[in-house]
């Protein structure tokens, strides 16, 4: 490690920041234990790809084709039959050129796989494992002093979180006048950027996810995506709520908007009709 690097890592923000994460990650795992899932250790160098071929680190493993991981859902996914319901704290790796803080060639991932529940159960157990977890963190010994350093203004979020659809997001967005950016026009310079209304289809914006959390002022599950914006797996909404103009069909998905902060967590219940899988 260089000189500088090891310098900053000595400063006290530096130094609180590693010593909560630590913190941090023993609640998570005090909180899914108390749950009753079951931590596993998925291995990092894989076959396989997740998230799709163009964010892959690939190398050859013994005249092998092999890649790091880009998550360990499938390998979850695999032992959760045997186990019950799983998580890991694993390094993930994408290959993506981005420069913004959601997008990292190398990062934590906590990750569940949960079986026999219904889309309402999946976000209330997400809840649950969020709050209990910020209450472990908050009585663990020394946590305070840290906060004091890094979040003094911090509060523990109010619970029920807020459910909101996402048809019912783009129509608040359009109240609001939180506009997005034109396609055509994003890598423009910002006087020449051109802005438009939210429509039903349009991947919200983190910006605009954003500004909305913000502006509400709570935790928000933000569920019912399109499925043309989510992976093919992802079971579909059944009966009027799944139902979208032009023949769109809504998902069982869900993510987890935190005020100053953005999304969360993302998860989603998976197609188990084999043959609507297939045909997916």
């Known amino acids: 490690m260089p000189h500088k690097e090891k310098t900053l890592l000595r400063g006290e923000t530096q130094s609180a920041v590693l010593k909560l994460r630590t913190c941090l990650l023993s609640s998570f795992r005090h909180s899914l234990d108390s749950l009753d899932l079951k931590e596993v250790t998925p291995p990092c160098i894989v076959q396989t790809q997740v998230?799709?071929?163009?964010?892959?680190f690939g190398f050859k493993y013994y005249d092998?084709?092999?890649?790091?991981?880009?998550?360990?859902?499938?390998?979850?996914?695999?032992?959760?039959?045997?186990?019950g319901d799983v998580y890991?704290?694993?390094?993930?790796?994408?290959?993506?050129?981005?420069h913004t803080r959601r997008h990292l060639s190398?990062?934590?991932?906590?990750?569940?796989?949960?079986?026999?529940?219904?889309?309402?159960?999946?976000?209330?157990h997400i809840e649950s494992a969020i709050c209990n977890t910020i209450d472990h963190l908050l009585v663990t010994p020394g946590v305070s002093e840290l906060m004091a350093v890094l979040n003094p203004d911090f509060k523990k979020p109010t619970r029920p979180f807020l459910r909101m659809k996402y048809s019912d997001a783009i129509e608040w967005l359009i109240e609001h006048k939180i506009q997005h950016v034109?396609?055509?026009t994003e890598d423009l310079p910002d006087d020449q950027k051109v802005y438009v209304d939210h429509k039903i289809g349009d991947d919200i914006a983190e910006a605009a996810e954003r500004k909305m959390t913000d502006e509400i002022g709570?935790?928000?599950?933000?569920?019912?995506?399109?499925?043309?914006?989510?992976?093919?797996?992802?079971?579909?909404?059944?009966g009027q709520d799944g139902?979208?103009?032009?023949?769109?069909?809504?998902?069982?998905?869900?993510?987890?908007l935190m005020p100053g902060v953005g999304e969360v967590v993302g998860g989603s219940m998976r197609i188990h009709d084999a043959d609507e899988l297939l045909a997916a």
């Open 51 to 56: 998230e799709g071929g163009s964010t892959l």
């Open 64 to 83: 092998q084709e092999a890649y790091l991981t880009q998550s360990s859902q499938l390998y979850l996914e695999t032992v959760l039959p045997a186990l």
């Open 88 to 98: 890991c704290v694993q390094e993930s790796f994408r290959a993506e050129t981005s």
């Open 106 to 124: 190398e990062f934590t991932h906590l990750e569940a796989e949960l079986a026999f529940l219904s889309f309402d159960d999946l976000m209330t």
């Open 182 to 184: 034109t396609e055509e």
């Open 218 to 238: 709570r935790p928000i599950f933000l569920y019912g995506f399109p499925s043309h914006l989510k992976a093919f797996y992802m079971q579909k909404m059944k």
């Open 243 to 256: 139902e979208g103009p032009d023949g769109m069909v809504y998902t069982e998905s869900c993510d987890l």
